[in-house]
C-alpha cells in the first residue's frame, strides 16, 4: 500500500529559492509529499512568482493588517487548517514564530539556518560568519521553538571559507549546499516517521 501523502506548508519572506529546490526535489523524488501552500509576509516578494510555477497556492499575511501577531497567525492557522496541512518547513521566513501558531505546529515545523548554530544566529548569519573570520560555517536545519533559532538541531552541512573568499561568494556556495541539503533532511524525517 502507498504511504499516505504528507501535507506540507512552506513559510518564505522574499526570494524563495529554497522554496523551489523543495517542491523540484519532492517531485523529481517522488515523496510522498504535496506542498499545498506557499505562505508569505510580503505581497512583493519574489517567491510568490515561484509558488505560480510551481502551482502552489498562496496566502499573503501583511501582519501590519492585523491588530496583533496573534491575529495575524490566527489567519494562518485558520488556512492550514483549511488546507488540512501536517507540517511546516520555513524557508526564508524572517519572522519569530509566535505562540499561536506554535501551539499549532509544536514538533511540525522545522527551519532552515545559515550558519552552524550555535554560532551566528539571526537574520544575518553568513554576513556575521564572514565578517568573524570564521574559517568554516555552514547550514542547520532545526525544530522550531518560541526563541530566535535556539530549537534543536536536527542536522547540520559544514561548508569552507576560502581565504580571500567574497561575502557574494560565501552566500553562493551557502545557498547552492541548502539547496541540496534541505530536500535532503525533509526526507530522512519523513522515511523516520517524524514527518
Known amino acids: 500500500m502507498a504511504a499516505p501523502i504528507k501535507r506540507i506548508a512552506i ?14 526535489a519532492f517531485a523529481r523524488q517522488n ?3 504535496k506542498v499545498c501552500l506557499l505562505v508569505c509576509d510580503h505581497q512583493n516578494a519574489n517567491v510568490l ?13 501583511n501582519f501590519k493588517d492585523h ?3 496573534a491575529a495575524a497567525e490566527r489567519v494562518i492557522v485558520a488556512q492550514l487548517a ?34 552552524l548554530l550555535p554560532l551566528f544566529p539571526g537574520r544575518h548569519g553568513i554576513e556575521d560568519a564572514y565578517q568573524a ?11 522550531v ?9 536536527i542536522a547540520q552541512s559544514k561548508v569552507p571559507v576560502y581565504p580571500g573568499d567574497s561575502l557574494p561568494e560565501l552566500e553562493a556556495r551557502i545557498h547552492a549546499r541548502e539547496h541540496e541539503f534541505y530536500p535532503a533532511v525533509v526526507k530522512e524525517l519523513l ?5
Open 145 to 153: 521553538d518560541a526563541g530566535i533559532d535556539s530549537g534543536q538541531v
Open 67 to 69: 491588530p496583533d501577531k
Open 11 to 24: 513559510f518564505a519572506s522574499g526570494e524563495g529559492t529554497n522554496f523551489t529546490a523543495l517542491c523540484q
Open 133 to 143: 573570520g570564521a574559517s568554516e560555517t555552514g547550514v542547520t536545519i532545526h525544530w
Open 31 to 33: 515523496l510522498p509529499l
Open 191 to 195: 522515511e523516520k516517521g517524524e514527518i
Open 82 to 115: 483549511e488546507k488540512q496541512v501536517d507540517f511546516i518547513l520555513l524557508a526564508g521566513y524572517m519572522r519569530i514564530v509566535g505562540p499561536t501558531l506554535l501551539g499549532e505546529y509544536t514538533g511540525k515545523m522545522i527551519n532552515i539556518h545559515p550558519a
Open 49 to 61: 512568482k515561484r509558488a505560480a510555477r510551481e502551482n502552489v497556492p498562496t496566502l499573503v499575511v
